[in-house]
């Protein structure tokens, strides 16, 4: 999406750690908007777009392997990571949708893993869907209130036991509220 007069550009880096099995409860940054939005001034931010960047520091020049799970024993292995943008904490990423309230996009990397038998080499099939706010919200999403990027992971063993980063960088326009817009989002601020 090309950047507008009036629009403004967001950085942020979050950070999460990845355990011993390769696992991640679902876990959740913040990304701090409150000197761009005032509800007492209806003013709030129309997010129009949110870009990521999974990045590992303990990897070579810091690149996230997209392979999420190294080739090992004789089972195949199902891995994923979830990256999602929202106004509302959800308690289990399995929860979290296209359809579920408040989230503005969602990303999903999957890798399926099958281990080589004898001479034929290993399967590997890597997805990575990314549902962006223009796909959801193509007017931009409105908020009055702190973004929530939450992730988890399962079965990451290409990354088990590190520590990972999201590089987050969010369009978005300034926009003053009507009546109507401030008590459809007020309870946003009741979520979080």
Known sequence: MAKASRDLILRDRLQFDINGSGNTDLVYGRV???????IVKKEGMAIKEIRYQIRAPSKPNGVF???LQETSGGAPINSSLKVFATTTAYENAEDVGLASPDVINLLEMTTLNSPSEGSFPAIIENQWTH???PDLHPEGYNVVSDLLIGVAASLVGEHAGTTCEIDVMIIAEPVKLNEADMTEMLTQQQDL
């Open 32 to 38: 701090d908007l409150s000197d761009f939005v005032n």
């Open 65 to 67: 392997a997209p392979t």
């Open 131 to 133: 549902y962006g706010t």
